[in-house]
């Protein structure tokens, strides 16, 4: 059974940091493109960050970048979100995806394999 698994998730106050990981099973993802998504309730899943197959291209949703890196370990089948000086409007559901894809990819619609999602909640 293929099986991504997220944790990491938690409460922080503003201007803390969170790493979110997402561990892999069932199969190697390690040619995969992958990514991390947030949900806010009611709404639909966005895109946050992605990486391609080898971790040497990456890219953010404008919103994020230069607070949160994604990394990988291919090694270890996972998939990081390091999550710095967080904001109360970065709190949302996060969940990793596989696109099966070894490039980059942004559309929810191209991502077969999904975790469960870890609650990120950032609040004074």
């Known amino acids: 059974q293929v099986q991504l698994a997220e944790s990491g998730g938690g409460f922080v106050q503003p201007g803390g940091s969170l790493r979110l990981s997402c561990i892999g099973s069932?199969?190697?993802?390690?040619?995969?493109?992958m990514a991390w998504f947030r949900q806010y309730p009611g709404k639909d899943r966005e895109f946050v960050a992605n990486?391609?197959?080898?971790?040497?291209?990456?890219d953010y949703a404008y919103s994020v970048r230069g607070r949160f890196t994604v990394s990988r370990d291919n090694a270890k089948n996972t998939l990081y979100l390091q999550m710095n000086s967080l904001k109360p409007e970065y709190t949302a559901t996060y969940y990793c995806?596989?696109?099966?894809?070894?490039?980059?990819?942004?559309?929810?619609?191209?991502?077969?394999?999904w975790g469960q999602g870890t609650q990120v909640t950032v609040a004074s």
């Open positions: 995806a596989a696109s099966r894809d070894g490039n980059l990819s942004y559309g929810s619609g191209q991502f077969p394999d």
């Open positions: 069932g199969r190697t993802f390690n040619s995969d493109g």
């Open positions: 990486i391609n197959w080898s971790g040497g291209m990456r």
